[in-house]
């Protein structure tokens, strides 16, 4: 069974995946949207009304008082008290909830800058005592996405039955009109538009959350979504591809020690122009954007982007099934398992992983033992050839890129096939 701290991982994985994906938001919060009230600088919660997140409008179509949560609208965390907005939406249910109310939650927008902690929900879902949820009688989670089933996923256990019943998942803003006066939603400008690209993508007969693929044919230079097979014949037989030798090669000089390094996320513009530089064969200097953390999602973004993962297809049912291998025999089971792999797989994994284990070497101060690493690259190095990793394929994943990492020098100690590089 999947445990908390591995759907909490995913949890993080994932939104950091649609902040490096699908883009966002900048490094601010949105303007409070068009109709919301100011609220006066005498309010007792000023600090935290001011910034429009939390909004009581009209009622919906069953006379239920609707209240708005708006996530676009969060500032960033340290510019935020959290325990204060938990103060701020009891002060505010406390007005509504001896009768009947909703609330709509537009959950775009957030962002590892300004989310709340896991452990911030739970305490604020146990301080919702029975009289906040006897009276909802609706919750609508507008737009969600993987990390929001994550999250439910966690809360389970913690839920009730009926109060799971109140939820509704709600994919566009004409959703809504089956429930609620939409004339009466005061909705964030950024939430609109999000909402207009979903639409315009779903008429393409595509989902933002799908890669778009190169150009066909891809151009002579192109680095991204095309195969490691593509890129070597393009680029004089070289066994590493460009991005992830440049990456490494900058990331061991300049990030090793760096806190959290593979955890945060860049500006996704940023990311996008360097694709964009790499793409057309242009020189990419990291140092001139004075951010570790810009190479790092590159890297990332580069193995996420592959048509077939570094680990391969084939390899994915074998890599599941280390789960049902004994503790003592694993490390010799991975061996086996990546000496199996195409010579120009194992070459690249090896020289990754190897990279990989150099960091972990600095966990004390990066905090980014064999473990974290394995929960970040776990999912960029291995996917099934159907839809993405379920929550049940995420634990052997993680094992086994932990396995990888940790015990690099025997894993891969004694292949030695033409060719090979060393970081």
């Given at each position: 069974?999947?445990?908390?701290?591995?759907?909490?991982?995913?949890?993080?994985?994932?939104?950091?995946?649609?902040?490096?994906?699908?883009?966002?938001?900048?490094?601010?919060?949105?303007?409070?949207?068009?109709?919301?009230?100011?609220?006066?600088?005498?309010?007792?919660?000023?600090?935290?009304?001011?910034?429009?997140?939390?909004?009581?409008?009209?009622?919906?179509?069953?006379?239920?008082?609707?209240?708005?949560?708006?996530?676009?609208?969060?500032?960033?965390?340290?510019?935020?008290?959290?325990?204060?907005?938990?103060?701020?939406?009891?002060?505010?249910?406390?007005?509504?909830?001896?009768?009947?109310?909703?609330?709509?939650?537009?959950?775009?927008?957030?962002?590892s800058s300004n989310k709340p902690s896991l452990r911030w929900l739970r305490e604020?879902?146990?301080?919702?005592?029975?009289?906040?949820?006897?009276?909802?009688?609706?919750?609508?989670?507008?737009?969600?996405?993987?990390?929001?089933?994550?999250?439910?996923?966690?809360?389970?256990?913690?839920?009730?039955?009926?109060?799971?019943?109140?939820?509704?998942?709600?994919?566009?803003?004409?959703?809504?009109?089956?429930?609620?006066?939409?004339?009466?939603?005061?909705?964030?400008?950024?939430?609109?538009?999000?909402?207009?690209?979903?639409?315009?993508?779903?008429?393409?007969?595509?989902?933002?959350?799908?890669?778009?693929?190169?150009?066909?044919?891809?151009?002579?230079?192109?680095?991204?979504?095309?195969?490691?097979?593509?890129?070597?014949?393009?680029?004089?037989?070289?066994?590493?591809?460009?991005?992830?030798?440049?990456?490494?090669?900058?990331?061991?000089?300049?990030?090793?020690?760096?806190?959290?390094?593979?955890?945060?996320?860049?500006?996704?513009?940023?990311?996008?122009?360097?694709?964009?530089?790499?793409?057309?064969?242009?020189?990419?200097?990291?140092?001139?954007?004075?951010?570790?953390?810009?190479?790092?999602?590159?890297?990332?973004?580069?193995?996420?982007?592959?048509?077939?993962?570094?680990?391969?297809?084939?390899?994915?049912?074998?890599?599941?099934?280390?789960?049902?291998?004994?503790?003592?025999?694993?490390?010799?089971?991975?061996?086996?398992?990546?000496?199996?792999?195409?010579?120009?797989?194992?070459?690249?994994?090896?020289?990754?992983?190897?990279?990989?284990?150099?960091?972990?070497?600095?966990?004390?101060?990066?905090?980014m033992s064999p473990s974290n690493l394995a929960c970040v690259f776990g999912v960029?190095?291995?996917?099934?050839?159907?839809?993405?990793?379920?929550?049940?394929?995420?634990?052997?994943?993680?094992?086994?890129?932990?396995?990888?990492?940790?015990?690099?020098?025997?894993?891969?100690?004694?292949?030695?096939?033409?060719?090979?590089?060393?970081?």
């Amino acid at each position: 069974m999947i445990s908390t701290t591995d759907l909490e991982q995913l949890a993080e994985i994932e939104l950091q995946k649609e902040e490096e994906e699908q883009g966002c938001l900048a490094d601010h919060p949105s303007t409070p949207p068009t109709g919301s009230l100011n609220p006066d600088t005498s309010h007792p919660y000023y600090d935290v009304a001011r910034h429009g997140i939390l909004q009581v409008t009209g009622d919906d179509n069953y006379g239920r008082k609707l209240i708005i949560f708006s996530s676009c609208c969060l500032p960033p965390s340290h510019q935020l008290n959290h325990r204060r907005l938990l103060e701020y939406l009891k002060y505010t249910l406390d007005q509504y909830v001896e009768m009947d109310y909703t609330v709509v939650y537009f959950h775009y927008g957030l962002r590892s800058s300004n989310k709340p902690s896991l452990r911030w929900l739970r305490e604020a879902y146990n301080e919702f005592d029975r009289k906040y949820k006897k009276n909802l009688k609706a919750l609508y989670v507008v737009h969600p996405t993987n990390f929001i089933r994550i999250v439910w996923n966690i809360f389970k256990p913690l839920i009730s039955h009926k109060f799971g019943k109140k939820l509704t998942y709600v994919n566009y803003l004409a959703e809504l009109r089956d429930h609620l006066n939409s004339d009466q939603l005061i909705i964030p400008p950024d939430v609109l538009r999000h909402d207009e690209r979903l639409r315009a993508a779903q008429k393409h007969g595509s989902s933002p959350s799908v890669k778009t693929p190169p150009p066909r044919p891809p151009l002579p230079t192109q680095q991204f979504g095309v195969s490691l097979q593509y890129i070597r014949e393009k680029n004089k037989d070289a066994m590493i591809p460009p991005v992830i030798s440049q990456t490494v090669m900058y990331l061991k000089e300049k990030g090793l020690r760096t806190e959290g390094i593979f955890r945060r996320s860049a500006r996704v513009q940023l990311i996008k122009d360097v694709q964009k530089l790499y793409n057309l064969g242009k020189p990419v200097s990291f140092e001139q954007y004075g951010d570790v953390h810009v190479p790092a999602v590159i890297l990332k973004t580069f193995l996420r982007e592959l048509p077939e993962p570094l680990l391969t297809f084939p390899m994915y049912d074998q890599v599941l099934d280390i789960v049902k291998v004994e503790s003592s025999l694993r490390v010799t089971r991975c061996k086996e398992i990546v000496e199996s792999l195409p010579e120009h797989n194992f070459i690249v994994l090896k020289y990754l992983l190897s990279f990989l284990h150099m960091v972990s070497l600095e966990s004390i101060v990066n905090k980014m033992s064999p473990s974290n690493l394995a929960c970040v690259f776990g999912v960029n190095l291995l996917w099934p050839p159907q839809g993405s990793v379920s929550l049940s394929a995420l634990t052997p994943i993680n094992i086994f890129t932990e396995i990888l990492i940790e015990h690099h020098d025997t894993v891969f100690g004694s292949r030695h096939p033409a060719g090979q590089v060393t970081p």
